[in-house]
Nanobody, 129 residues
Framework: QVQLVESGGGLVQPGGSLRLSCAAS????????IGWFRQAPEKEREGVSY????????YYVRSVKGRFTISRDNAKNTVYLQMNSLKPEDTAVYYC??????????????????????WGQGTQVTVSS
């Protein structure tokens, strides 16, 4: 049975940091591109970061670029999202998912989900003083 499990969320003050983990069982994450998505209350889900399957190329949406870093440890079958300089607007439930799509435009990066991808249950990130 395929399972993705996110962890590492919590309550942090503005300017603080968190590292999210996405651990997989039942599949080898190294065979997949992985995306981190988030959904805030009453807002649509948005893709924030992407790491490719083979080259490890990374992409970030403009709102998190320079503050978030996605990485993968294939030996641990885990993908991470290091989040620094957190802002209240980063508050959301964060999900990892397989097989996202990324498009780069003059407006920036757009990361979308695959309807057949695997998803975790999400981890809550709250940025508040």
């Amino acid at each position: 049975q395929v399972q993705l499990v996110e962890s590492g969320g919590g309550l942090v003050q503005p300017g603080g940091s968190l590292r999210l983990s996405c651990a997989a069982s039942g599949l080898t994450l190294g065979y997949y591109a992985i995306g981190w998505f988030r959904q805030a209350p009453e807002k649509e889900r948005e893709g924030v970061s992407y790491i490719s399957r083979s080259t490890g190329s990374t992409y970030y949406v403009r709102s998190v670029k320079g503050r978030f870093t996605i990485s993968r440890d294939n030996a641990k079958n885990t993908v991470y999202l290091q989040m620094n300089s957190l802002k209240p607007e980063d508050t959301a439930v964060y999900y990892c998912a397989t097989d996202p799509k990324v498009v780069t435009t003059t407006e920036g990066v757009l990361i979308s989900s695959d309807p057949n991808g695997y998803w975790g249950q999400g981890t809550q990130v709250t940025v508040s003083s």
